[in-house]
């Protein structure tokens, strides 16, 4: 986690200074401990992205038929 944060803050910081709008997305998030998720999504808020979009289980298409 700590590579994660530690990329992340980089990029994000990167993007902000060319004043590109920041939408942070943690598709397959299903998959992660929720700690983790929760910790993630909290460093991204306190450097400033614009927008957080998170997808869950539910969000997935079906792949029963």
């Known amino acids: 986690m ?3 944060h ?3 803050i980089e990029v ?3 993007v902000k200074s060319h004043n590109i709008e920041i939408r942070f997305s943690s598709e397959d998030s ?3 401990e929720l700690v ?3 910790s993630i999504y909290r460093t991204v808020d306190q450097i400033g992205v614009n927008r957080v979009v998170s ?3 539910e969000d997935m ?3 029963e038929q």
């Open 55 to 57: 997808f869950t289980r």
């Open 12 to 14: 994000i910081e990167f």
């Open 2 to 4: 700590d590579y994660i």
């Open 6 to 8: 530690r990329t992340a």
């Open 30 to 32: 299903f998959r992660s």
């Open 36 to 38: 983790d998720l929760l």
């Open 61 to 63: 298409p079906s792949t």
